[in-house]
């Protein structure tokens, strides 16, 4: 069972616009910075938004991260094939001094 | 270009002990904090530990699951990240990556390695 929680699954069209939710508490994502990361099938994890909402370079504008409290929202619009991944939250927990990660996203582009 | 190379991986036996190293290069490696975190197969990461930079203080934090056996440790002079793993167990299956960065801080997780991949059995 993960600290953050995420849903398994996401799907939608090409062209539509998907977000993925990722909630936790006020010892995580209520406190701290949050980041998401992009896993393509057999890859490494690969940093799409940190710092709650800020693109590394590189990442394109048709994604984007928003935090509200206790909650990080990941949103992704202009839906591509290329977009099927697994996707993740990640934050730190204060109360644990400790790095955790949602359980994973499977995004399916239709 | 930032490169992190894991290496050290293989089949190894419940019991046993292991060290694995991540060679860094493209970026002022003393000056980076370091991290490990895995994943079992067809499972999701999991935060393994963080070893920050020497000038930060060098504290090291584990996950819980991983405390008292795991052990992490740099080398500023050969660029290289290390995980040692005692007592090896077969819940210990999974890839293994280094990434640069913390999760304090803005930054997030900024670099990845490909990983190796470590598989405990009997």
Redo the contacts between chains.
Sequence with gaps: QSVLTQPPSVSAAPGQTVTISCSGSSSNIGNNFVSWYQQLPGTAPKLLISDNNKRPSGIPDRLSGSKSGTSATLAITGLQTGDEADYYCGTWDSSLSAGVFGGGTKLTVL | EVQLVESGGGLLKPGGSLRLSCAASGFTFSNAWM?W?RQAPGK????VG?IKSKPNGGTI????PVKGRFTISRDDSKNTLYLQIYSLKTEDTAVY?C?TG??????????????TLVTVSS
Excluded at chain 2, 102 to 115: C, E, H, K, N, P
């Design positions: 991290n975190v999701g990461l999991e935060w963080r934090d584990y996950a819980a990556y990434a913390g999760m304090t801080s803005r930054a997030g997780l900024d670099y990845w390695g490909q990983g």
